[in-house]
């Protein structure tokens, strides 16, 4: 965790214009994005160099999808990459309890839940020079697979 967000504020550090923050919705999808390459660090360069579709509003549910189709249809005797759990964390966001909730309280978090779908959600524009230097620098600072 503390070397996620070490490598956060670095990046804050090398993109941000002078006496300006990013946006916040920006610095989530680069949390999103630096937990994506912690995660599931031999997927990175399937969402920076693979097939892109230009209208996509969520690579890694793209990603998801693809793995998902190569498992069921093999077109190739390569392993495909281990991606548990990609598809919920592509589409993840903090559900909420209705119970007890006034029918305006649950309306306000239904909305609260679609504005954090489009904010958390990493479109193929979202993934720029900036979050490709976040890769290179999540790969190159990352702890070593144990191996047994």
């Given at each position: 965790?503390?070397?996620?967000?070490?490598?956060?504020?670095?990046?804050?550090?090398?993109?941000?214009?002078?006496?300006t923050?990013?946006?916040?919705?920006?610095?989530?999808?680069?949390?999103?994005?630096?937990?994506?390459?912690?995660?599931?660090?031999?997927?990175?360069?399937?969402?920076?160099?693979?097939?892109?579709?230009?209208?996509?509003?969520?690579?890694?549910?793209?990603l998801?999808?693809?793995?998902?189709?190569?498992?069921?249809?093999?077109?190739?005797?390569?392993?495909?990459?281990?991606?548990?759990?990609?598809?919920?964390?592509?589409?993840?966001?903090?559900?909420?309890?209705?119970?007890?909730?006034?029918?305006?309280?649950i309306?306000?978090?239904?909305?609260?839940?679609?504005?954090?779908?489009?904010?958390?959600?990493?479109?193929?524009?979202?993934?720029?020079?900036?979050?490709?230097?976040?890769?290179?620098?999540?790969?190159?600072?990352?702890?070593?697979?144990?191996?047994?």
């Amino acid at each position: 965790m503390k070397r996620l967000i070490n490598i956060h504020r670095l990046i804050k550090i090398l993109v941000q214009n002078q006496n300006t923050s990013l946006e916040t919705d920006r610095q989530k999808k680069l949390v999103k994005w630096l937990i994506f390459c912690d995660t599931w660090p031999q997927l990175v360069g399937n969402i920076l160099n693979g097939p892109k579709k230009p209208d996509s509003q969520n690579s890694l549910l793209d990603l998801a999808e693809s793995l998902h189709e190569k498992v069921r249809n093999p077109a190739s005797t390569e392993p495909v990459p281990d991606f548990d759990g990609l598809e919920d964390f592509a589409v993840y966001v903090r559900s909420f309890k209705r119970d007890g909730l006034s029918p305006a309280a649950i309306q306000a978090e239904e909305k609260r839940i679609e504005e954090e779908k489009k904010v958390y959600a990493l479109s193929v524009a979202d993934i720029d020079d900036d979050f490709r230097l976040a890769a290179k620098l999540s790969q190159m600072v990352r702890k070593p697979a144990h191996r047994t």
